[in-house]
């Protein structure tokens, strides 16, 4: 979880960055957004990738250890930036849950394809890359307020796997209900988890 939290932070705009190394990663993530759009994502090589973005392969490399890893920060960060649209973050508060598991469920339903399973290798990087964002914005609001029996990471780790496959199930459950309604059982489920240490 950590090594991919590392790779989704890569692409957070809060640290300070070169502009030069932010710049290359965007021109890697823009390629594979780009190719994603044009075939499957097994079908995409780095060679493509680094094509796409008219960079040296070498220089995918200097920035990403694979294309799963360039997946996972183009994921992160797409997702980041829809719950930064949103204005959403962890206080605790009514609604807070309930706004972060919507922005799981929107944003897993706006990816091509994710409902019905044909971008089966897509799924998993998915997945690690939205738990990966929910787990930090978690721990952030956490941060406020720390529990006092049990580890921050611990709760973190378990509500944000709990808030993603709930959402999952939702998504591939046929004549699914609206996610407003959805969101209210995942608050059902995981505020429990979330008072665990207190």
Same mark, same amino acid.
Request: glycine fraction near 6%; charge should be neutral.
């Given at each position: 979880?950590?090594?991919?939290?590392?790779?989704?932070?890569?692409?957070?705009?809060?640290?300070?960055? +070169?502009?030069?190394?932010?710049?290359?990663?965007?021109?890697? #993530?823009?390629?594979? /957004?780009?190719?994603?759009?044009?075939?499957?994502?097994?079908?995409?090589?780095?060679?493509?990738?680094? /094509?796409?973005?008219?960079?040296?392969?070498?220089?995918?490399?200097?920035?990403?250890?694979?294309?799963?890893?360039?997946?996972?920060?183009?994921? %992160?960060?797409?997702?980041?930036?829809?719950?930064?649209?949103?204005?959403?973050?962890?206080? %605790?508060?009514?609604?807070?849950?309930?706004?972060?598991?919507? @922005?799981?469920? +929107?944003?897993?339903?706006?990816?091509? @394809?994710? /409902?019905? %399973?044909? #971008?089966?290798?897509?799924?998993?990087?998915?997945?690690?890359?939205?738990?990966?964002?929910?787990?930090?914005?978690?721990?952030? @609001?956490?941060?406020?307020?720390?529990?006092?029996?049990?580890?921050?990471?611990?709760?973190?780790?378990?509500?944000?796997?709990?808030?993603?496959?709930?959402?999952?199930?939702?998504?591939?459950?046929?004549?699914?209900?609206?996610?407003?309604?959805?969101?209210?059982?995942?608050?059902?489920?995981?505020?429990?988890?979330?008072?665990? @240490?207190?």
């Amino acid at each position: 979880m950590e090594q991919v939290e590392a790779q989704v932070e890569a692409v957070d705009t809060r640290e300070p960055i +070169d502009p030069r190394v932010r710049r290359t990663r965007q021109m890697l #993530q823009n390629a594979l /957004d780009q190719l994603l759009s044009e075939k499957d994502f097994d079908k995409i090589s780095v060679q493509d990738i680094a /094509d796409k973005a008219t960079l040296h392969r070498a220089t995918f490399y200097d920035h990403y250890p694979d294309k799963f890893a360039l997946l996972e920060c183009l994921v %992160g960060g797409r997702f980041r930036g829809l719950l930064a649209k949103r204005n959403i973050s962890f206080s %605790g508060c009514d609604g807070a849950l309930q706004a972060i598991a919507l @922005g799981v469920c +929107d944003f897993i339903t706006s990816i091509p @394809g994710a /409902d019905c %399973g044909s #971008q089966r290798q897509l799924e998993g990087h998915m997945e690690s890359a939205v738990i990966a964002v929910v787990r930090r914005i978690l721990l952030e @609001g956490m941060a406020k307020h720390p529990p006092v029996s049990m580890r921050p990471e611990l709760i973190a780790s378990a509500a944000s796997w709990a808030i993603y496959g709930v959402a999952k199930e939702w998504m591939h459950t046929p004549k699914r209900p609206p996610a407003e309604e959805i969101v209210t059982k995942i608050e059902k489920l995981v505020s429990p988890i979330l008072s665990a @240490g207190r």
